[in-house]
């Protein structure tokens, strides 16, 4: 079972995410903010992680860099209400974004996606 | 291959933790300045390492060499290399250089172009600060205006990241570092071939970085490249030849790694902070020289193609051959089903080899026509966002590729 962690200052968002990924089989904890982001992810071991990123106290483009940093292929999704972020070019370090909506279909796409992506650790010929 | 055969080492380096190269051919004109910038690089942001600058260049009868000697670099030592004369090639370049960066036992290795204008010391902090942490490969990330690199947009971006499963924006963005450990990688690797040494040399060393699995970041530079920028539709030569001839050879090679791949992940961005994103200046196309360009195809191409595609693609592109101007459409299905087929045909011989890659210009014209149409009235950003849909496309249909090749 995947194990997601949702970090969003919102409270019934991340309420919402919580039940329906749990329905749908993940293992789902969350964050109700970016701080100390980094330990949660060294612990918990998270195999993907959804970012808000508008947050009251942080910016979730930063907190995107930080965890790329140090988690070279940690899939993350970015969640915003607006699309303007993408004008901002550290936004391609996510492996996806999506529209925050409470259809989740969209976002359960990019999770099955990005849960599936397989590029080789090791050279075969 | 090449062996270097000419170099000017008037300090005497001997050895060096950091090198940044400037390939050039007959850029005496514009030398200057990248030399100057990279030393300043040098000295601002790696005072504490041992440095040198190094032209690496096809023996210009220009004064080219004269120029990169005249350049201000503050001290920071230079070496001249060239190749014999008559041997032309940006790779038969780099590969005197990969092999004086392992002579010269650097650990640190940036690269810019000879004819940079918007280069500042910046860039070679961003190109080879990764490198002296965990990363081995750094490629470019910088805002290009939506027309300038047009076979990175249409072909090398999208195919390498739907092949290799990594995100690299750039990958033909012709500045770059790597580690001195990949440059043995590169002087070791038995792929090289004629296309490699002239413009096949970018798409070969970023493709062998993705399947080496070396960690790669790409490296934000902040101002957009400003060089000699090219009319897609007028200027575009042996180059296309030799950058999409070095990734349809590259898959026969890496078979058993791009099979494996499924969608793509992106890459470590290096480098942000540097303030406002400057916009690039435009780049004109000219949309009938490229619709010209794609309709002579069918007069000069419609038997190749015939052979290359199957039945299917084939008659797709008839059918957008006939569309009027105010309606053409190359819809980027077509696009990835026409290029999947077009490197399982180079992979299994079923024409020239250098026939099939001339056969695809025209296609590549239509295409691009059909980008520049659908892109009009967008800015840069959004113009990136269709880009990525595109790259997409060609992740969805890459189950087509498998099939293709198997047959």
Known sequence: MAKILIVDDEEHIRFLYSEELTDEGFEVITADSGYQLLERIEKEKPDLVILDIKM?????????????????????????????????????????????????????????MALETAVPQSREQ | MTEAFLEENPQRVTEAEMVVAIPSYQEARLIGYPTTQAALGLKRYFNDRSSVLINCDNNSQDGTKEAFFAADTEGVPRIYLSTPPGVRGKGNNFRNLFRKVVELKAKVVVVVDADLKSISPQWIKHLGEPLCNEFGYVAPLYVRHKYDGTITNSIAYPLTRALYGRRVRQPIGGDFGFSGDMARVFLASPTWSEAVAQFGIDIWMTTLAMNNNVPICQAYMGRPKIHKAKDPG???????????????????????????????KPTSIYGFGLGEVEMPPPVKVSEDKLAANFHEGFD?????????????IFNKVLEIGQLPKEQFDFPTQLWAKTLYEYAASYHHRTVDEQDL????????????????????RMSVQQAEEFIENECMVFEETKPYLLDRWGE
């Open chain 1, 56 to 112: 009251v106290d942080y910016n979730g483009l930063d907190l995107l860099q930080d965890i790329r940093n140090k988690y070279y292929d940690l899939p993350v999704i970015l969640c915003t209400a607006y699309d303007t972020f993408k004008e901002d070019m550290k936004s391609i370090a996510a492996d996806f974004y999506v529209i925050k909506s409470f259809d989740l279909t969209e976002l359960k796409n990019k999770i099955k």
């Open chain 2, 234 to 264: 007028i200027e575009l030569g042996p180059m296309f030849s030799q950058v999409v001839g070095t990734i349809f050879q590259l898959m026969n090679h890496t078979t058993g790694y791009w099979m494996r791949v499924k969608w793509s």
């Open chain 2, 300 to 312: 000069t191409c419609r038997e190749i193609w015939r052979r290359i595609l199957s039945p299917d």
């Open chain 2, 357 to 376: 890659l001339n056969s695809l210009i025209p296609l590549y014209f239509g295409k691009t026509l059909s980008y520049v149409r659908k892109t009009e």
